[in-house]
């Protein structure tokens, strides 16, 4: 009992951390905006990417299909090195400047990676509708287009949803990266409220907060896409 | 069977067609009339399927001529979709789109590529899934069907885009033996209402029975074609006898 009053104390680690909590919980706020728009813009890019990878002609299936190879098999980190320095902080449009702050830096670097995925995503799913029903939709008059967006996309979508699932994860725990170039994300905070409180004894508590929260946040996200998995694989009868 | 009239509607011309070095059809012709049944027989590989699919410009052909309804398939500003919309065509593995319902599955194509008359397809659609004996199954999906009712919606599919000629690619195959009547009674309702209908099919009983005319191949080249009393109780090429020995 004792034990737990002193975790509580007023000179305990919790006591020195709870008055930054509104802090660190800004700090994940711009984490998730940033794996929100990564993935967003990602899944667009993407998306078009697999479409090429589709394609009948050759000369729009090779650079399709190098593109996505290079972007999936970059290290993520590299790829935010990359864009943070490479990607100029603001730009002129028109008479107007517009300015890159460093947490859409981020967002642009994650997009890079997600585009790969999303790219193979894609063209999974569509490869995994059986040819007849593309013949199907031919013999019945479909054009291409209609047939992709009304016949085997709509198909491919629950084979895509769980890997796409996992992959904005994989995206949200991965924005901790952004904390190395100066994103005031929440291990940037973290570590910010640590050299400020100067007390090696909140190092773990700390980190453990940071822990917990990409935990909330992402645990239910991947438990979800594991039963859409396992009820959808029952449902996809032909 | 049927009336038979005079313009031929669906006409081949010594059509050939390879896929790489291999030569599946080695100069087929052939002609079907306006509300003719046609069947064409044969053994596997001998190209049957094949014709049919190069007649809608699924697979397009090498040499030759295909017209349907006077539009020439073989032709390099031919608007397939056009020809598409003429000429119905049921699968063997039915094909029908699983994330759809029978209804849905029907309608989709007059309302998406005809841009029909919602109302209309729709009264249109419940009037063919009668005809095929499946008005319960309306909201069904295609996954809670036997074989026989999914082949049956696919024929009404094809049917509600009011297409001029049928096309049936060995329907039965995949089928139980005990729902491959449904689906030939099926058929031999439409032929009766003078639909023109190509069938691809190892059922000669039947074949028999509903042709005008049957026509048999062999690796890629029309061996013989007859009416069906005159192919089956007399056939002529020593090809044609063998395969019968084998199959009847």
Not at chain 1, 127 to 150: D, K, M, Y
Not at chain 1, 199 to 210: S, V
Not at chain 2, 62 to 75: F, H, L, P, R, Y
Not at chain 2, 132 to 147: D, F, H, I, Q, T
Request: hydrophobic fraction near 50%; charge should be positive; proline fraction near 6%.
């Amino acid at each position: 009992m004792t034990a737990l009053l002193d975790m509580f104390g007023p000179h305990s680690a919790w006591a020195v951390l709870i008055p930054w909590f509104p802090l660190i919980l800004k700090g994940f706020w711009l984490n998730i905006l940033i794996s929100v728009l990564a993935m967003a813009i990602g899944i667009v890019t993407g998306a078009a990417l697999g479409a090429l990878q589709m394609s009948k002609v050759r000369l729009i299936v090779l650079p399709a299909r190098v593109l996505t190879l290079f972007l999936r098999n970059s290290p993520w980190l590299v790829i935010v090195f990359y864009v943070m320095y490479l990607m100029p902080f603001e730009i002129r449009v028109g008479s107007q400047w517009i300015s890159f702050p460093d947490w859409v830096k981020a967002v642009v670097a994650f997009s890079l990676p997600v585009t790969g995925y999303i790219s193979e995503i894609v063209r999974g799913g569509m490869r995994a509708v059986p040819t007849t029903q593309w013949e199907a939709a031919e013999a019945l008059a479909f054009g291409p287009a209609r047939t992709v967006f009304s016949i085997i996309l709509p198909q491919a979508f629950k084979q895509m949803l769980p890997p796409t699932m996992n992959l904005y994860c994989s995206v949200a725990m991965a924005t901790s990266l952004a904390n190395i170039v100066g994103v005031q994300e929440v291990i940037t905070i973290t570590q910010t409220i640590l050299t400020t409180e100067t007390r090696p004894g909140l190092i773990l508590p700390a980190y453990g907060i940071t822990l917990a929260l990409f935990f909330v946040y992402v645990f239910p996200i991947s438990l979800l896409s594991r039963q859409l998995e396992r009820v959808w694989s029952k449902g996809l009868q032909r | 069977m049927s009336q038979v009239a005079a313009a031929p509607q669906v006409v081949l011309t010594d059509v050939h067609k390879s896929y790489g070095h291999l030569e599946v059809l080695k100069g087929i012709s052939m002609a079907v009339k306006r509300s003719e049944i046609v069947s064409i027989i044969g053994p596997s590989g001998s190209g049957k399927s094949t014709i049919l699919r190069c007649i809608n410009a699924l697979a397009p052909i090498n040499a030759g001529s295909i017209t349907v309804g006077g539009m020439e398939v073989n032709d390099p500003k031919l608007d397939a979709r056009a020809l598409r919309r003429r000429v119905g065509m049921v699968f063997q593995s039915y094909n029908l789109f699983p994330h759809r319902t029978v209804l849905q599955n029907i309608m989709m194509a007059p309302l998406q590529v005809l841009k029909q008359d919602k109302a209309e397809v729709e009264a249109r659609a419940h009037s063919l899934l009668g005809k095929v004996r499946l008005s319960e199954k309306v909201n069904a999906y295609p996954g809670e069907l036997s074989g026989g009712q999914q082949q049956r919606v696919a024929i009404a599919r094809s049917l509600c885009m009011n297409p001029d000629v049928m096309m049936f690619d060995e329907v039965t195959a995949a089928l139980d033996p005990e729902t491959v009547k449904e689906v030939l009674v099926t058929i031999r309702d439409v032929a009766e209402e003078g639909m023109t209908c190509i069938l691809v099919t190892h059922e000669m009983r039947f074949a028999r029975e509903i042709s005008d005319t049957v026509y048999f191949t062999d690796k890629g080249r029309i061996i013989e074609s007859n009416s069906p009393k005159d192919f089956f109780e007399n056939p002529q090429d020593e090809r044609t006898r063998a395969f019968l020995d084998k199959v009847l």
